[in-house]
């Protein structure tokens, strides 16, 4: 009897022949990439003056994005035109890299006040220029550059384990 034998054919694959197909697939589109540089604008500087705050054309969600930076920001700078490139071309992770000089700077006529923070892990001072307001519910201190304080609330309790003394010009109850 007579045995059928299949015997494999011989074929010499180029690599011509082996990627064809893959140059032929359908590609996927590229992924855009942040441009090389873009002017930005400086909102502020957060996380006492550390961090700067940006908007640009195309951001990638809305308000302030914190940005790092090479530069020596000072609050003089903030509304100014600022030089952004991205780490890795990623829109996320803005770097200011310059400050434009001769832009428009702040868009209104006067800058905003400045507050002053410092701490120095005994005690925190918060500086206003006019006025400092704290805020909570219906409870409220305002603080004015003039000396007046104003303490609001729906009760207010004054409770000392010493003396708690009122002292003014004159004192008026109810």
Do not use: Y
């Not at 009760?155 to 109810?174: C, F, K, M």
């Amino acid at each position: 009897m007579k045995r059928d034998t299949l015997a494999p054919a011989k074929v010499q694959a180029t690599d011509d022949d082996l990627l064809a197909p893959l140059l032929r697939a359908p590609r996927a589109a590229p992924i855009a990439a942040a441009p090389a540089a873009l002017v930005g604008r400086l909102l502020a500087l957060g996380d006492g003056g550390t961090t700067p705050l940006v908007t640009f054309p195309g951001q990638l969600q809305p308000g302030a994005v914190p940005a790092r930076c090479v530069v020596d920001l000072r609050p003089a700078h903030v509304g100014a035109d600022v030089l952004l490139v991205f780490d890795g071309g990623d829109l996320a992770r803005p770097l200011v890299t310059g400050v434009v000089r001769g832009g428009t700077g702040w868009p209104l006529d006067e800058q905003p006040g400045r507050v002053k923070v410092d701490v120095d892990g005994e005690r925190l001072t918060i500086a206003a220029t006019h006025e400092l307001v704290l805020r909570c519910g219906k409870a409220a201190l305002t603080l004015r550059s003039d000396g007046r304080i104003e303490l609001r609330g729906a009760d207010i309790l004054t409770d000392a384990t010493g003396a708690n003394r009122i002292r003014g010009g004159s004192v008026q109850l109810n």
